[in-house]
């Protein structure tokens, strides 16, 4: 069940209704990254057959990078929804403070507030 004191404890600023729709938001983005892999392995297995030239092995790296970069969202949406379901969404990673409701609105799978993700992104 969802703890929605924890996230008000937070200051987030959300509402249970925001709660609600970033959930809902979750669960959508959820969907199209499963529908996205099941489509570029479908593609894949399809093309396994097929004279590998230039053009389809380049094509296959692009599916490769694109199915790499939707099992990484997908993972970070499913921690966001695990994170809904124990009471700490909305807690910085790094420094256990709130993450805002306009970045949770913009990234509703942030893992760290606006400074802490600046941070990270700096020692890059």
Avoid: W
Avoid at 34 to 62: G, Y
Wanted: charged share 30%; proline share 2%.
């Amino acid at each position: 069940m969802v703890n929605h004191e924890t996230v008000d404890d937070l200051d987030t600023g959300l509402s249970p209704e925001d709660f609600a729709a970033l959930r809902e938001n979750l669960r959508e983005q959820r969907l199209f990254r499963q529908e996205q892999l099941h489509q570029l392995s479908t593609a894949a297995a399809a093309r396994a057959d097929a004279f590998l030239d230039r053009r389809a092995a380049s094509q296959i790296e692009v599916r490769v990078k694109l199915a790499a970069s939707a099992r990484m969202v997908l993972a970070d949406v499913e921690a966001a929804l695990e994170r809904m379901d124990q009471g700490r969404y909305g807690s910085c990673h790094l420094c256990r403070g709130p993450v805002g409701r306009e970045r949770l609105t913009i990234v509703p799978q942030a893992r760290y507030c606006a400074r802490c993700q600046q941070v990270k992104e700096a020692a890059r």
